[in-house]
């Protein structure tokens, strides 16, 4: 599903060439539950955009599902994204003027799914939102917010779901019954799940986990049964 080879990454800062990732090496296959731990810095959340191909490695190969993101357009890159990846941020990243319902429907409108309202609808059923469908994010609590953003990652039923620490911002026990929620998301369809994490408590939920050091280098650290 994931095949990450020689991959750098870097940008200029202040007419001066900043590494944020060099020589990354990663191979995940389809199904398959992985986390990316690290230091902060270490460029984490770099990669994940990488695999996303909302950002471009300036170096190496990055190829999702068999499809090789090297020479694509931005618009090719989207099109691909739309229906193969479903994103999970931090910061849920909801439009604010849109109800939970229309953010849900949201990717499957812009592909031009005829019943979009109504996908997006049994979506929020199953995250236990049926009675927020008409609510905006400011009227939303933390953890309802990243329900209606993990809806939105699933509506399209993609083959990869990539989260960047979807629980960074709510408190210990809404993480957990959100964490509760992807993993059982993710079971269901058996969809391949890579989520950037500082959490290691997390490590025997995963069929493997990634350290990810300064300077880009990956190495496999043991994980445990989900």
Known sequence: MIT?????????HDSQTLT?????NLQVSAGQVVSLVGPSGSGKSTLLALIAGVEAATGGMVRVNGYDFNGRSADDLARFRRRNIGIVFQDFHLVSTLTALE???LPLTLAGTKNASQQAEEMLERVGLSHRLSHRPRELSGGEKQRVAIARAFVTRPGLILADEPTGNLDQDTS????????DMVQR?????FLVTHDNELVGRMDRQFRLSQGGVVQEIEGGDR
């Open 4 to 12: 990450i080879k020689d991959v750098e990454y870097s940008l200029i």
């Open 20 to 24: 944020i990732l060099k020589g990354v």
């Open 103 to 105: 953010n849900v429907a």
């Open 176 to 183: 957990q019954r959100i964490m509760d929620l992807l993993f």
């Open 189 to 193: 369809w058996k969809t391949t799940f």
